[in-house]
């Protein structure tokens, strides 16, 4: 999957107003979202991350089975900061279809 295609499978998953429960860390509402960044509500924190980032660690990692401590240190800017993100990038990959689900703990997650 490229990026444009990654972006667009993105935006026709996670339209304004999607809820979705973000495994361990509660429900997770979309605000908004364009070809650059997403923004998205995790408990009351208004959160925003570009999808050119989420893409970059899809690709990076690609075929990979992958925890948050590979995020975190691959981004740390994007992952260890906000570390919602990683919970974030976990469902967007398994709802576009190019992950399976993320299982154990810490949470692991097989990327296609």
């Not at 495994?23 to 991350?49: E, M, Q």
Request: hydrophobic fraction near 35%.
């Amino acid at each position: 999957m490229d990026e444009q295609a990654f972006i667009q499978a993105s935006q026709k998953v996670f339209r304004p107003g999607y809820e979705f429960d973000n495994y361990r860390s509660g429900t997770t509402r979309i605000l908004c979202i364009n070809d650059a960044a997403i923004k998205y509500l995790s408990g009351n924190t208004p959160i925003r991350v570009k999808l050119r980032d989420l893409y970059m660690t899809y690709d990076h990692f690609r075929g990979r089975r992958v925890s948050r401590r590979n995020l975190r240190e691959f981004k740390p800017e994007v992952f260890d900061s906000k570390p919602c993100n990683c919970m974030f990038l976990f469902q967007l990959l398994e709802r576009i279809g190019v992950a399976g689900p993320a299982e154990g703990w810490p949470l692991q997650q097989e990327w296609y």
